[in-house]
T-cell receptor, first 114, second 111 residues
Framework: NAGVTQTPKFQVLKTGQSMTLQCAQD?????MSWYRQDPGMGLRLIHY???????DQGEVPNGYNVSRSTTEDFPLRLLSAAPSQTSVYFC?????????????FGQGTRLTVV | DQQVKQNSPSLSVQEGRISILNCDYT??????FLWYKKYPAEGPTFLIS?????DKNEDGRFTVFLNKSAKHLSLHIVPSQPGDSAVYFCGSNFGNEKLTFGTGTRLTIIP
């Protein structure tokens, strides 16, 4: 029972490099989202998706792109990494969004941009 | 502008005593609040929720109280156990599809 799987667990990037954080869920959830966790800032929503082909911005979307071509996958792309994007990233999924349904989180990806 | 505020970054409580974690909000347009618990190097996990039509929800040692007139909710843990040491986040959707969270409170249970 995998739940929400994030890869990689750790990543170091140089400023200006690009990369994709992968997120996959096997629970057939429609709603998926990406958060970043920074000290003193809590969990901040980056982007979310209410279903395949539909994405929208969260609180801190700048510098990140997402797409949702399948129900299972919701990758997060950093086109040109900046030190300010050093953070721990969490992907989450739930049956629906906006109705109190429990969200399941992945284990996180710790990203360092140097 | 943070719609959910957890003003206590940390809290230490003796084992066996009550832990009270607080959350304030500014937007009255919400359907529910949820509490999540997070251990180091793990993703957050769902703990308990409360609907806007209730003022209390209880699940074992965990109880959520909602005071809509004060725009305040609290999570009570009784009795507190060492395994409760974690960071706790409260969050809500505020009537839309975005689940947003507060900054979290780090709870330490002292044996």
């Amino acid at each position: 029972n995998a739940g929400v799987t994030q890869t990689p667990k750790f990543q170091v990037l140089k400023t200006g490099q690009s990369m994709t954080l992968q997120c996959a869920q096997d629970m057939n959830h429609e709603y998926m989202s990406w958060y970043r966790q920074d000290p003193g800032m809590g969990l901040r929503l980056i982007h979310y998706s209410v279903g395949a082909g539909i994405t929208d911005q969260g609180e801190v979307p700048n510098g990140y792109n997402v797409s949702r071509s399948t129900t299972e996958d919701f990758p997060l792309r950093l086109l040109s990494a900046a030190p300010s994007q050093t953070s721990v990233y969490f992907c989450a999924s739930s049956m629906t969004g906006g109705d109190g349904t429990e969200a399941f989180f992945g284990q996180g990806t710790r990203l360092t941009v140097v | 502008d943070q719609q959910v505020k957890q003003n206590s970054p940390s809290l230490s409580v003796q084992e066996g005593r009550i832990s009270i974690l607080n959350c304030d909000y500014t937007n009255s347009m919400f359907d529910y609040f949820l509490w999540y618990k997070k251990y180091p190097a793990e993703g957050p996990t769902f703990l308990i929720s409360i609907s806007s039509i209730k003022d209390k929800n209880e699940d074992g040692r965990f109880t959520v109280f909602l005071n809509k007139s004060a725009k305040h909710l609290s999570l009570h843990i009784v009795p507190s156990q060492p395994g409760d040491s974690a960071v706790y986040f409260c969050g809500s959707n505020f009537g839309n599809e975005k689940l947003t969270f507060g900054t979290g409170t780090r709870l330490t249970i002292i044996p």
